[in-house]
């Protein structure tokens, strides 16, 4: 069946309409690095580096940041692993749409290393779920190609 909207362009109204479905728990998380060459000592193997973290529900229940995980490894693949409550002293609550960005920081003994890990998160209807944080480089600038 065809009608005519009000523009008159012609539009089939049997065709299937278009929708986006939301996931439920859908955390989002970007990460921004930076070396911090004012804190490190390359010549004792000190290499700081900050990382800024946005973290934006993308889903369609509200939900609030428990705790982290990170895994962080360096060049000489000396792991760490660091685990607490919330981050930078909060545990943000997030409605869908909304966004949270924090910047912290991490020292490395070599100029190159890897971060990733999880936030857990608790939305309003009691549902506890991860959400990844994506794998991410850090290194002091010239030292990848």
């Known amino acids: 069946m065809q009608t005519r909207n009000n523009q008159g362009r012609i539009r089939d109204t049997h065709k299937p309409s278009l929708s986006v479905k939301l996931e439920r728990h859908n955390i989002e998380v970007t990460v921004k690095t930076a070396y911090v060459p004012a804190q490190s000592a390359p010549e004792n193997n000190r290499y700081v580096f900050a990382y800024t973290i946005t973290i934006t529900n993308a889903g369609d229940v509200p ?22 409550e919330g981050v930078v002293g909060e545990q943000p609550y997030l409605v869908p749409g909304m966004s949270f960005e924090y910047t912290s920081g991490t020292i490395l ?33 010239r030292t990848l190609h």
């Open 63 to 84: 939900a609030r940041l428990l705790t982290r995980h990170w895994v962080i490894t360096d060049a000489n693949q000396k792991t760490q692993e660091v685990r607490g």
């Open 109 to 141: 003994e070599t100029p190159v290393g890897v971060m990733h890990g999880s936030y857990q998160m608790e939305a309003d209807d009691g549902t506890r779920f991860h959400a990844a944080i994506p794998s991410f480089t850090l290194s002091v600038p």
